[in-house]
C-alpha cells in the first residue's frame, strides 16, 4: 500500500524539469563557485515553479506589468523595484527564460495528462487568430524597419512587435493552462491590485510634487516613478487604477470586511482620487462608467445608499482640495459643452485628437483588409501627416483598423463580443451563481465582465488591446468561462 502510494507520488512529480535543473547545476558547477550559488539560487526558484506553476505565472506578469518602457529612463522611487529584476539582452531575458521554462513544464503536463482541454477556448483561439492576422499584416505590408530607425521613429532596441504579439499570447497561453483552481484566481487578482495600488500612490505623488513625465503637463498624476511602467500615461494610469477599484469592491461587497473596511476605504478613495489627479477626461469618463455598472448590478439597501454617499461626499472633499487647480480646469473643459473649449486648459489636446482621426483613416485607405503592419503606425504617419507627426492614435478601434485592417479589427470585436456574451450568460445562470458563491469566485466573475466593459471604454481613448492588461482580462474571462458556461447550458432539470 505504501509502495503504491509513493509510486503514485513519483508519477505526478515534474521529473523531466527536475532533472534537467539537476544536470544544468552539475555542469554549471565546474566552472566555479559563483556560478554554483546563482545556478542553485535558479535550481531552486525553478524547482519552486515546478510544483507551483501558477506562481511563475504570476512572476511573468509581474514582471511585465512592472518593466514595461523602463529602459527608456532611469527610474526611482516605487519604480526602482524594477531595477531589482535582471533585465538581459535581447531575447536572453529573466520574463523569457521563466517563460520558457514554463512552456516546458506545460508540454510535460499535457504528455503525462493527455489534457488538452485549454484549446477549447474561443478567447484563445480568437487571441491566436488575430496574431496570425497581425504577422501576416507585417508580411505583406512592405514597410522595412530600418527605415522607421533611420527616421528616429523606432528604437534599435525596441521588440519587434510580432514577437511582442507571439509572446503575449503565449502568456494567455500559460495563463489558461496553469491558472484552474479559485485560489490561483484570487492570487493572481491580489497580485494586480497590490500593483495597482502600490502604482497609484506613486503616480498621485508625482501630480503633487510635480514630478509627471516630461512628455505631459507635471500637475498630472503618472510619470516616470511609478511601479508599473505603462502607467507612466496620465490616462492607462487612470484605466489601471478604475480597474484595481472594480475588483475591491466587488471583492469588499462580497465579504464581511469588519477589520480591514477602514483599508478598503482607503484604497477606493485613493484610486478615485489619482484618477482625478490624472486629469484625464477619458479616465473621469471611464470611473463613471464603471461606478454606475457597479452600482446597478446590486439591490442596495438604505445603509449601502447612506455609506455610498458618505464616501462620495469625502472623495469630493479631498479632490477639491487636492487636485491641483489646472487639473479640475482640464477635466471640466469639454468640446460641445464648455465655451472656448479649445482655448482652455487642455483644448489642444481634443483638436490633436481629432486631427489624429482623420489621418487614421487616410492610413487606413492604404490597406484597407490587412492593415499597414503591427507597430508601423508611427511611421505611416509620419510620411503621411503633413505635420511630420509619429504621434500615438489614441483610440485601440482606430490603431487595430490601420495596423491590422478590417480583419484584424473584426477579430478583436468578435474577440470582446464573445467574451462578454459568454460572461453574461454565467452571471445570469442561477447554477453558475451557486457553484461560483461555493468556490468564492461570484464576485470575480461579475468583477471580470465590468472591468473588461470598462476596459473598453478606455480603449475609445487610449491604444491598449496590445498591453498586458488587455491579456489578463482576457485570461480571467477565458478561465471563468471554462469553468463556468457548461453549468449555464446545462438544460434545467426537470420534476419527476
Not at 73 to 91: D, H, T
Not at 105 to 129: E, G, I, K
Request: proline share 4%; glycine share 10%; aromatic share 10%.
Amino acid at each position: 500500500m505504501r509502495e503504491s502510494a509513493f509510486s503514485s507520488a513519483l508519477e505526478r512529480l515534474p521529473l523531466m524539469p527536475v532533472i534537467a535543473l539537476g544536470g544544468a547545476a552539475v555542469i554549471v558547477a565546474l566552472l566555479g563557485p559563483e556560478a554554483l550559488t546563482t545556478a542553485l539560487i535558479a535550481a531552486i526558484g525553478m524547482t519552486v515553479i515546478a510544483f507551483r506553476p501558477q506562481w511563475g505565472v504570476a512572476a511573468i506578469l509581474t514582471m511585465l506589468m512592472v518593466q514595461y518602457g523602463s529602459r527608456r529612463y532611469e527610474r526611482g522611487g516605487a519604480a526602482g523595484l524594477a531595477s531589482l529584476i535582471p533585465v538581459g539582452e535581447g531575447l536572453v531575458t529573466m520574463n523569457n527564460i521563466l517563460g520558457l521554462f514554463l512552456a516546458l513544464l506545460l508540454v510535460y503536463h499535457v504528455y503525462r495528462d493527455n489534457d488538452w482541454s485549454f484549446l477549447r477556448s474561443r478567447q484563445l483561439r480568437l487571441v491566436a487568430l488575430i496574431t496570425l492576422a497581425l504577422a501576416f499584416s507585417a508580411f505583406v505590408s512592405g514597410i522595412d524597419t530600418a527605415d522607421a530607425i533611420d527616421l528616429g521613429i523606432r528604437a534599435t532596441s525596441g521588440q519587434d512587435p510580432v514577437r511582442l504579439l507571439i509572446s503575449r499570447g503565449l502568456f494567455l497561453v500559460l495563463f489558461i493552462f496553469f491558472l484552474r483552481a479559485p485560489r490561483d484566481l484570487r492570487m493572481i487578482i491580489g497580485v494586480f491590485v497590490f500593483l495597482a495600488v502600490a502604482t497609484a500612490w506613486s503616480g498621485s505623488a508625482a501630480a503633487i510634487t510635480g514630478g509627471g513625465r516630461p512628455e505631459v503637463a507635471d500637475y498630472r498624476a503618472g510619470g516616470v516613478e511609478v511601479l508599473m511602467g505603462g502607467s507612466q500615461n496620465p490616462n492607462r494610469l487612470a484605466m489601471i487604477s478604475t480597474l484595481a477599484l472594480i475588483f475591491i469592491w466587488e471583492y469588499s461587497q462580497a465579504h464581511s470586511l469588519r477589520r480591514w473596511g477602514w483599508a478598503t476605504g482607503a484604497a477606493v478613495l485613493l484610486l478615485v482620487l489619482t484618477v482625478f489627479l490624472s486629469a484625464s477626461r477619458g479616465g473621469v469618463l471611464g470611473l463613471g462608467f464603471a461606478g454606475l455598472l457597479l452600482f446597478v448590478r446590486r439591490n442596495t439597501g438604505s445603509s449601502r445608499i447612506v455609506y455610498g454617499l458618505a464616501v462620495a461626499v469625502l472623495g469630493v472633499t479631498l479632490i477639491g482640495q487636492i487636485v491641483p487647480e489646472q487639473a479640475l480646469e482640464r477635466l471640466s473643459n469639454i468640446p460641445g459643452i464648455t465655451k472656448n473649449a479649445s482655448e482652455g486648459e487642455g483644448g489642444g489636446s481634443i483638436e490633436r485628437r481629432g486631427y489624429t482621426y482623420g489621418i487614421g483613416l487616410q492610413i487606413w485607405r492604404q490597406a484597407p483588409i490587412f492593415g499597414v503592419g503591427p507597430g508601423n503606425w508611427p511611421y505611416v504617419r509620419f510620411i503621411t501627416d503633413p505635420q511630420r507627426s509619429a504621434a500615438a492614435p489614441h483610440n485601440s478601434v482606430l490603431q487595430a483598423l490601420c495596423e491590422g485592417g478590417l480583419v484584424t479589427l473584426l477579430l478583436y470585436l468578435g474577440l470582446f463580443w464573445v467574451t462578454v456574451r459568454d460572461l453574461l450568460r454565467c452571471e445570469r445562470s442561477p447554477a453558475v451563481l451557486e457553484a461560483a458563491a461555493r468556490e468564492d469566485l461570484g464576485w470575480l466573475l461579475a468583477a471580470t465582465r465590468i472591468a473588461l466593459v470598462t476596459f473598453l471604454v478606455f480603449s475609445l481613448f487610449g491604444d491598449l488591446w496590445d498591453l498586458i492588461f488587455s491579456y489578463l482580462l482576457i485570461g480571467l474571462s477565458a478561465v471563468l468561462i471554462q469553468r463556468y458556461l457548461p453549468l449555464a447550458t446545462m438544460p434545467a432539470a426537470r420534476p419527476a
